[in-house]
């Protein structure tokens, strides 16, 4: 099982950090990635980190801003987002990857989490 956590509101220029519990499996083995969907829109990928942290992957549009880590012990996936933007706007999905290389493609995921919302807005 994933469980995001850590979405809310917040206003342009802020910050938030998410988090992606696994439980049920061993999550170093796995590369894990980031999405989001906005209301109307794709599921896009956002950010990735390989199995072992040794390599992570950004969108474009979050690049600069957003940063992923990943504690291993803790069975923990972060995705640090700052200088946050109203088009940021989306239900972010932490998955786990079929592949131990880093790929923001969905279909490269098996196992996805139901979301967190993150609402950016004055």
């Known amino acids: 099982q994933l469980v995001e956590s850590g979405g809310g509101l917040v206003q342009p220029g802020g910050s938030l950090r998410l988090s992606c519990a696994a439980s049920?499996?061993?999550?170093?083995?796995?590369?894990i990635g980031w999405f989001r969907q906005a209301p109307g829109k794709e599921r896009e990928g956002v950010s990735c980190?390989?199995?072992?942290?040794?390599?992570?992957s950004y969108a474009d549009d979050v690049k600069g801003r957003f940063t992923i880590s990943r504690d291993n012990a803790k069975n923990m996936v972060y995705l640090q987002m700052n200088s946050l933007k109203p088009e940021d706007t989306a239900v972010y999905y932490c998955?786990?990857?079929?592949?131990?290389?880093?790929?923001?493609?969905?279909?490269?995921?098996?196992?996805w989490g139901q979301g967190t919302q993150v609402t950016v807005s004055s």
């Open positions: 998955a786990r990857g079929l592949f131990p290389m880093c790929s923001l493609r969905t279909y490269e995921y098996d196992y």
């Open positions: 980190i390989s199995s072992r942290g040794g390599s992570t």
């Open positions: 049920g499996f061993t999550l170093d083995y796995y590369t």
